[in-house]
């Protein structure tokens, strides 16, 4: 026996219905049950494609497909490392290391100023507002595309969590850095002030790529991920 595009379609809501959200995994743990249940139809033909899919699926263990979706997200957490270097590591080379140089001595000498402290929890106080009022847009715009049941791939979740989670930890440690510090920026000595613009600039530069450098590029990504992606979004 062979399966039909029907059985296909029902090992997708398996899947889901045992806590797969993502269509890449689902899509490789689909092709695993599909060649097994073949494989266990060749030995015992008589059984029923539910029965030979329960089959399948226990030997998975007791914990079911929850191994195999920690080592997808270990394996995506590593090619997203690589594309978050791939992107901060340009901004260290011609012609943007023009604006990285810029960047940090602008940080360095608006912490020369006699208010440099006050002035910079206002314009923290000003971008978590408007980063808040993106996330939020976004955050609606997800909801919209869960409840279309649209696929959604592990890569495109993981760019939108982290842009989440590293914004809001940023945010919240720059703001209670400068506000829990008593020394005023502008008495600490110039070696202290250039460590402290050169930490400053490469937090802004994550919080760039994370935040918007990285989402502005997802499909672009995600298609080079995902050579099926282009493909699937259309059907």
Known sequence: MELTEIHIQELYKFTRKHFVYFYDVQSELVDHLANDIEAIWEVSPKLSFEEARDKSFKNFGIFGFMDVIEAKQKQMNRRYRKILWRFFKEWFTMPKLAVTASVFLIIF?????????????????????????????????????????????????????????????????????????????????????LLLSFSVTLVVLLFYVTAYLIPQ???????????????????
């Open 217 to 235: 590029k997802a499909e672009e990504l995600l298609i080079e991920t995902y050579p099926e992606y282009k493909l699937v979004q259309r059907l």
């Open 109 to 193: 000498f608006f912490l020369k100023l006699s208010h440099s402290k006050y002035i910079l929890l206002g314009a923290l106080l000003c971008l978590a507002i408007f980063d808040l009022i993106k996330q939020y847009r976004s955050r609606k715009k997800q909801q919209k595309t869960t409840q279309k049941k649209e696929k959604i791939f592990l890569l495109e979740s993981m760019i939108g969590e982290t842009r989440k989670g590293f914004t809001g930890v940023a945010l919240i440690n720059s703001f209670n850095f400068i506000n829990l510090s008593r020394v005023p920026f502008s008495s600490l000595e110039n070696h202290w002030l």
